[in-house]
């Protein structure tokens, strides 16, 4: 199957720092990647999809100019939490999906802001 | 709008007991199903998936899946349960697409945390 790889799978930053997560296919072009957030005991909630050059779409609630996320490549997209605080913290999972395919899943991001 | 709904936050099985996770949608259409097994800390794996055609589904790790459209379910089944299944299970769906739903975001249930006694 299709290979997602996520990275970094821990982070801990300072509040009001920013840090980056990186979602990349691995063994095929993804047209299409997805961004997650998981908070403990709960689901995994949308919070944007990104099309590759294009600008991401995010789902109602998220604030974009709080994720940044950029797709620059076929095979690489970033998350970027800007100005981090305690309440950010949570686990973040992208997806990848190749052009009418099901999407394949990176093993998350453990973000801890303190 | 779409929504999963997994009844059971939790289940308690003994090892060698089969087992039975409940999932239920609402949907405009028949969707795409899926689910997804997630160990502690870890990402999501694929079990199995609905398209279309059969309705029921093979899975890996010795799973399967049925879907009732009446009743607008997609259960998931396991025979006989290993101890190393204890993990976080979660049923999703995609909107319909002609050619497998990979270019929109899935919606989740919240899941169904399964523990095994042995």
């Known amino acids: 199957g299709a290979v997602v790889s996520q990275h970094p799978s821990r982070v801990i930053c300072k509040s009001g720092t920013s840090v980056k997560i990186e979602c990349r296919s691995l063994?095929?072009?993804?047209?299409?990647m997805f961004w997650y957030r998981q908070f403990p005991k709960k689901s995994l909630m949308l919070m944007a999809t990104?099309?590759?050059?294009?600008?991401?779409?995010?789902e109602q609630g998220v604030e974009k100019d709080k994720f940044l996320i950029n797709h620059a490549s076929l095979t690489l997209s970033t998350l970027t939490v800007t100005s981090a605080h305690p309440e950010d913290s949570s686990f973040y999972i992208c997806?990848?999906?190749?052009?009418?395919?099901?999407?394949?899943f990176g093993q998350g991001t453990r973000l801890t802001v303190v | 709008a779409q929504s999963v709904t997994q009844p059971d936050i939790h289940i308690t099985v003994s090892e060698g007991a089969s087992l039975e996770l409940r999932c239920n949608y609402s949907y405009g259409a028949t969707p795409y199903l899926f689910w997804y097994v997630q160990s502690p800390g870890q990402g999501l794996q694929l079990l199995l998936k609905y398209f279309s055609g059969d309705t029921l589904v093979q899975g890996i790790k010795g799973f399967e899946a049925e879907f009732k459209r009446s009743q607008s379910s997609f259960n998931l089944r396991k025979p006989s349960v290993h101890w190393s299944d204890a993990a976080e299970y979660f049923c999703a769906v995609g909107p319909p697409r002609y050619s497998g739903g990979g270019a929109d975001g899935l919606t989740f249930g919240k899941g169904t945390h399964l523990i095994i006694q042995p």
């Open positions: 997806s990848a999906s190749r052009m009418g395919t099901e999407a394949f």
């Open positions: 990104s099309n590759e050059g294009s600008k991401a779409t995010y």
């Open positions: 063994d095929f072009q993804a047209t299409t």
